[in-house]
Structure formats: structure tokens, C-alpha cells
């Protein structure tokens, strides 16, 4: 069974504009970790964020993570073409990363 | 670091057949993990492995399912009996773990299995 969920399911928006996906966990984590994954291929990794860490930043990507919700969202600023793909939250705890079913980021040119 | 291999990358077989997938991990990396992802779903955990100790399996894990990762290095997932349901892109990722929180996951581009 999945432990995450991810909302909005999908999500569709104009190139530069920006998109916030949000991830909902279950049980307690040491770090969770975003993904994206386009289609048919494997999941290539964004950003790790730790239990003890509220925001993190990378290029055009922020992730901001609130263990007394246990909640994460991935906000991608001035989004591109190319940043269409679905998105996976993965938390981990035990060392293994349990994922959500993703959100589908459609940005049209 | 050339990444998580996988192969082979697609595989069609008939149900009732055998199959095997190989994964090489990230060099140096010590844990090993499989998942399994069917369409519009995110990856399921299937198991995973500290050096070549399996340390978790998931319930998914059928006992028609079995990964080895002999030396502690590559790893294969044989599939006994195959059922059109285990059709689904099986996933491999590596990681380098020490003491602490938990470091980056690293997934490889998959291994498609098609059940006919």
C-alpha cells in the first residue's frame, strides 16, 4: 500500500508560470525525496529534504517539508516545456522510500 | 558513476515462463532496493538489501518472486511462473548508507516486463 499522496493528481499550466505540487505522508520519516519521471523512463532524483530541515532549494525548484503535518510541496518556478513529466514524493524512514501515486505536470508552450 | 543499470530494458513472455532482471548498482553504493510501477501509479516497494543481506521484503513479494544480490554487488529479481498481472516496469535503485538519515536514492531506467 502507498503511503504518500500527492495533489493535485494532475496539473496543467502555461510555460512560466509557476506549479506547486503538494505530498501528504503517513507515518514519521527521516527524509523524504522528490522525483520526476518522464514517461516510460526511470525516476530521476531533485531534491532530498530532511526531517530537520523546513525548506531546501535547488535551481528552480523549492521544497519545503512540515513533519507536524506530514506534508512536503515541490514549488517549480518559471516553468518550461521540458519540466513535463509526473512528479513523486518518496518518504522514507526505515531506509526505504515509500511513494504516492505523483502528480502529471502538463506545461504548454 | 555511470548510474543504476538495468537490463534487459523490455522483456515479452509468455505467462507461465520464467524471468529474470539484472540490476548494477551505483559503484561503492551498499544498498540495493527493487520497486515495481504499473501505469498511472507510483513505485511500490518490493525489497531491499544492505551489502547482500535482504533486510525487508514487501508482502507484494509473492513467493513466485525472488532477489538475490550474491556478492553484494549486482542483484537479479526472478519472476517464477509469471501471471499477466506481474506485467509492470520493475525499477532498481542504489543508495550509499551509513549512519544517519538517509542519503539520495538513485533509480535506474527500468525493466518492463510484458506478460503475454
Known amino acids: 500500500s502507498q503511503q504518500g499522496e500527492e495533489d493535485p493528481q494532475a496539473l496543467s499550466i502555461q510555460e512560466g508560470e509557476n506549479a506547486t505540487m503538494n505530498c501528504s505522508y503517513k507515518t514519521s520519516i527521516n527524509n523524504l525525496q522528490w522525483y520526476r519521471q518522464n514517461s516510460g523512463r526511470g525516476l530521476v532524483h531533485l531534491i532530498l529534504?530532511?526531517?530537520?530541515?523546513r525548506e531546501k532549494h535547488s535551481g528552480r525548484l523549492r521544497v519545503t517539508l512540515d513533519t507536524s503535518k506530514k506534508s512536503s510541496s515541490l514549488l517549480i518556478t518559471a516553468s518550461r516545456a521540458a519540466d513535463t513529466a509526473s512528479y513523486f514524493c518518496g518518504s522514507g524512514n526505515t531506509g526505504k522510500l515509500i511513494f504516492g501515486q505523483g502528480t502529471t505536470l502538463q506545461v504548454k508552450p | 558513476d555511470t548510474g543504476v543499470s538495468q537490463n534487459p530494458r523490455h522483456k515479452i513472455t509468455k505467462r507461465g515462463q520464467n524471468v529474470t532482471f539484472r540490476c548494477d548498482p551505483i559503484?561503492?553504493?551498499?544498498?540495493l532496493y527493487w520497486y515495481r510501477q504499473t501505469l498511472g501509479q507510483g513505485p511500490e516497494f518490493l525489497t531491499y538489501?544492505?551489502?547482500?543481506?535482504?533486510?525487508?521484503k514487501s508482502r507484494l513479494l509473492s513467493d513466485r518472486f525472488s532477489a538475490e544480490r550474491p556478492k553484494g554487488s549486482f542483484s537479479t529479481l526472478e519472476i517464477q511462473r509469471t501471471e499477466q498481472g506481474d506485467s509492470a516496469m520493475y525499477l532498481c535503485?542504489?543508495?550509499?548508507?551509513?549512519?544517519?538519515?538517509?542519503?539520495?536514492?538513485?533509480f535506474g531506467e527500468g525493466s518492463w516486463l510484458t506478460v503475454v
Open positions: 535503485a542504489s543508495s550509499l548508507e551509513g549512519q544517519g538519515s538517509g542519503n539520495t536514492i538513485y
Open positions: 559503484s561503492e553504493h551498499n544498498r
Open positions: 538489501f544492505q551489502n547482500e543481506a535482504q533486510l525487508e
Open positions: 529534504i530532511r526531517s530537520n530541515e
